[in-house]
């Protein structure tokens, strides 16, 4: 029978009344006064559906974007609410009649792919534009045995930090794979061996960085938190400072930018950038470009529209490129190197289920010192009590 459970969403109503509050300045926006406690009807699962207890879920930017509605007004587009929440560890508690892969006890991980086109790739993304689809900041989901992988739970990592990874490690894996397939077709490794490789700021761009460093590369984290850099500076990546550059707020900065890196490599520059912000943070990767370098992002949390010297970038053979997730099967390769390669960076605090609207907020105000998690279940099943450390 249907039933229903408690659940996060995001109307437009909320929107256009926060967004009045403060006058249509997105700065001033309180994220936690548009994600609001709700409940949503599960209906039963199909015969190739699972019903997940959810355990833990992470933070992830698309549903700030969703409340601040600053790209597109999303909730408003799916008929004037969402139930937001695309990377989730849970518990499978029933399967329908056709599941093979998955029984009642197992532990699993997603994919927030919502339908992909005939080469893997999300055509949309699951709780965000895909039609209908019901997000997992929720106590329980009902969703097809197609849209999870088994949760490595013996990867070395423990359970928060295996709730980081669902969605920011596949893109990772995916940048990183696109980053460096895309120079080696222009340098292959017999002219060139070890690259210089930076990341901005951000849950993606470590992991990016983390598979550089698996790969032998040099890596170059540029960052405004300390406590991000020095996490990261312990995988082997040098530190720069983000606010030491006041963020690329002026030409001088990003000079001054450009001569550090500089510096730090020799006189070459960066032949891969991770930048996943973009604003003023791409004319930056593109200061520090080497020649042949490639850009990637999957990200526009600053800016959606860019603009560029196309000559400049021509003479020095740039390479841009964009991208939205990983395949599905890219997904479970990636799951493979949980623990192994991906040792993500948590926030400090474990946010409880009924805090998760103020842990979106304090994403948004970027004063998290990780990736923030929010523990959904207060009992946990026995197979991950030992990892709850
Ligand atoms: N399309 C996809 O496949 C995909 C997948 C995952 C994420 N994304 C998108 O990519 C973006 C980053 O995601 P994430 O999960 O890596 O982010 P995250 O872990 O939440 O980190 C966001 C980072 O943004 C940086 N930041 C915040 N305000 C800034 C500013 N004004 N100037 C420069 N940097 C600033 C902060 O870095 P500092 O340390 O410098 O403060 C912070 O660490 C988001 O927009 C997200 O929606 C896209």
Request: hydrophobic fraction near 40%.
């Amino acid at each position: 029978m249907p039933h229903s459970v408690r659940a996060f969403s995001i109307s437009a109503d909320a929107i256009a009344a926060e967004r009045e509050r403060v006058d249509d300045d997105l700065s001033r926006m309180d994220v936690s006064r548009v994600i609001a406690p709700d409940e949503v009807e599960l209906p039963d699962p199909g015969p190739d559906d699972v019903r997940l207890r959810v355990l833990a879920v992470s933070a992830e930017h698309n549903v700030d974007h969703a409340a601040l509605a600053d790209t597109v007004n999303i909730a408003q587009i799916r008929g004037g609410k969402i139930y937001p929440g695309n990377s989730a560890v849970g518990e499978v508690v029933e399967v329908g009649d056709r599941v093979t892969r998955f029984a009642p006890g197992d532990i699993v991980i997603t994919h927030c792919n919502g339908e992909p086109d005939e080469y893997g790739y999300p055509l949309r993304i699951w709780a965000y534009d895909q039609p209908e689809s019901i997000g997992w900041y929720a106590e329980q989901a009902v969703l097809g045995e197609w849209q999870l992988i088994p949760a490595p739970l013996d990867c070395g990592l423990n359970l928060w930090e295996i709730a980081a990874l669902p969605l920011r490690a596949p893109t990772a894996y995916h940048l990183w794979r696109r980053a460096h397939g895309i120079f080696r077709l222009k340098v292959p490794r017999e002219q060139l061996a070890t690259l210089n490789v930076l990341g901005f700021g951000g849950g993606v761009s470590e992991l990016f960085l983390m598979l550089a460093l698996a790969e032998g590369h040099r890596a170059f984290f540029c960052s405004g938190s300390p406590e991000r850099r020095a996490a990261l500076e312990k995988h082997g990546a040098t530190p720069i400072d983000q606010r030491e550059f006041n963020r690329f707020a002026s030409r001088d900065d990003l000079r001054a930018f450009g001569k550090q890196v500089k510096k730090l490599t020799g006189g070459v520059g960066m032949h891969l950038v991770c930048d996943m912000l973009r604003g003023p943070v791409f004319a930056a990767g593109i200061q520090a470009a080497a020649r042949e370098g490639v850009n990637v992002s999957a990200g526009w949390q600053l800016e959606k529209n860019l603009s560029y010297d196309s000559a400049g970038a021509s003479v020095k053979q740039l390479t841009l490129d964009h991208l939205h997730l990983e395949t599905i099967t890219g997904c479970r390769s990636a799951t493979a190197l949980y623990g192994s390669i991906f040792r993500p960076t948590i926030h400090k605090e474990i946010y409880a289920f009924e805090d998760l609207p103020r842990a979106m907020h304090e994403m948004y105000l970027n004063t998290q010192t990780g990736i923030p998690i929010i523990r959904v279940a207060a009992d946990m099943p026995e197979a991950v009590s030992p990892l709850l450390g």
